[in-house]
């Protein structure tokens, strides 16, 4: 029982990591870091790409496996399977988290929660960059009064998912009632960047 909850309890401290990492060390820092200009990047162009995110894997691990586990064992007192179980939580979170990201950009929802997610998700890249920073839940965000609940996204048209368009370029039926797209501008990335640098929605053109 005890690594069970050891394993919950590194669970959601990743989502509270992916909250204040989201927020403070990738959109506050304005590109002031490696993490801060790839995620950034990522807010300015339409494809998603795993970018080469392996100092972020070995930050997890380094956290996870290394201050979580000190930290449960040493300050917790709790056992060192307990301890160990708290880091692969975290770890086993951070994974779930990169996954349903990626999932978000590449495939549409086949869930009421992928659906929220996506809604949740794309108000952050396409409405309020410093808005609804958590993926996996929306719980900090509400928390730390940065969410904003989204029944509808406006897309610009030339940043829109794959999945969301049909094959003459207009939204799918059976998501008409979530999203729109809008404009007809091409993606021109340097001005992309400096929004997205400076924390700003693209513009509906």
């Known amino acids: 029982m005890n690594v069970l909850l050891g394993f919950l309890a ?3 401290l990743w989502t509270f990591g992916e909250y204040t990492i989201h927020r403070f060390a990738f959109h506050e820092a304005r590109g002031r870091n490696y993490g801060s200009k790839e995620h950034l990047r990522h807010h300015a162009r339409r494809d998603y790409t ?18 979580w586990r000190w930290a449960a064992h040493d ?15 975290w770890v086993v979170a951070y994974a779930h988290y990169e996954w349903l990201h990626m999932a978000c950009h590449l495939w549409a ?25 958590g993926v996996t839940t ?29 094959d003459a370029g207009e939204v799918r039926p059976e998501l008409r009632s979530s999203y729109e ?25």
Not at 56 to 64: N, P, R, T
Not at 109 to 129: I, L
């Open 75 to 89: 300050l917790l007192g709790l056992s060192w399977p307990a301890a160990w179980a708290v880091g692969a939580g």
């Open 181 to 205: 797209v809008r404009g007809r501008a091409p993606l021109v990335e340097d001005e992309e960047l400096q929004r997205a640098f400076a924390n700003e929605a693209p513009v509906l053109a």
């Open 10 to 12: 590194g669970a959601v």
């Open 50 to 67: 795993l970018w080469n995110n392996w100092p972020a894997w070995l930050g997890v691990l380094a956290v996870g496996l290394g201050l």
């Open 109 to 133: 929802p086949r869930t009421r929660y992928g659906a929220f997610v996506r809604r949740h998700h794309f108000h952050h890249h396409f409405g309020e960059p410093l808005r609804n920073h």
């Open 138 to 166: 929306p719980f900090w965000d509400v928390a730390f009064g940065t969410y904003t609940p989204v029944e509808r996204v406006v897309v610009p048209r030339r940043m829109a998912m794959r999945w969301l368009l049909d």
